[in-house]
């Protein structure tokens, strides 16, 4: 049986090295494109929604974002429809990232799949983890809400500014504070 690779290994969620020869390159890919659009001019929305689609594993129809916008490779998001990215968004894709249909991203909001073992000794050794998040369908998430990895968000979900994300929440729910809880069920 073939080993994995390091891509392979970090979307599996297992310990990974991103400093891997092909992570580092798809990383650089994303930088570069990341470069292009943050510094893109405002009426450059056609080569901005280029550069998005290029970057994006995919992307759905009628999409929305603005710089500046950051991420590690890009090619690790998927997002339905009618996406709406506000300014200083962060989206730490080392595992998949799913986005549905009519999602809304305030301003400064951060979804991370990385994180890093708290074993010290094995934290130390630059081997890192990531687990994927699942965004549904009309899901508003507030400004500077951060979505921890690992974490599925519901449909039909409102998350209140500043909230952050530790465990699932289901669908036709309204969740606020640190952690998020629910506050009402639609």
Partial sequence: MKEKTEREKMLANELYLATD????????KARQLLYAFNFS???????????????FGNIGLNFTVRP?????????????????????????????VHLGNNVLLAPKVQIYTAYHPTDPELRLSGQELAAPVIIGDNVWIGGGVIICPGISVGSNVTIGAGSIVTKDIPNNVVVAGNPARIIKKI
Avoid: W
């Fill in 68 to 96: 500046p916008f950051y991420c590690d490779y890009g090619c690790h998001i998927f997002a339905g429809d009618n996406l709406y990215i506000n300014y200083d968004c962060t989206i730490l894709d080392c595992n998949e």
């Fill in 21 to 28: 020869e092909e992570l580092t390159t798809l990383h650089m």
């Fill in 41 to 55: 001019q405002p009426h450059e929305v056609d080569k901005q929604s280029d550069i998005i689609r290029s970057l």
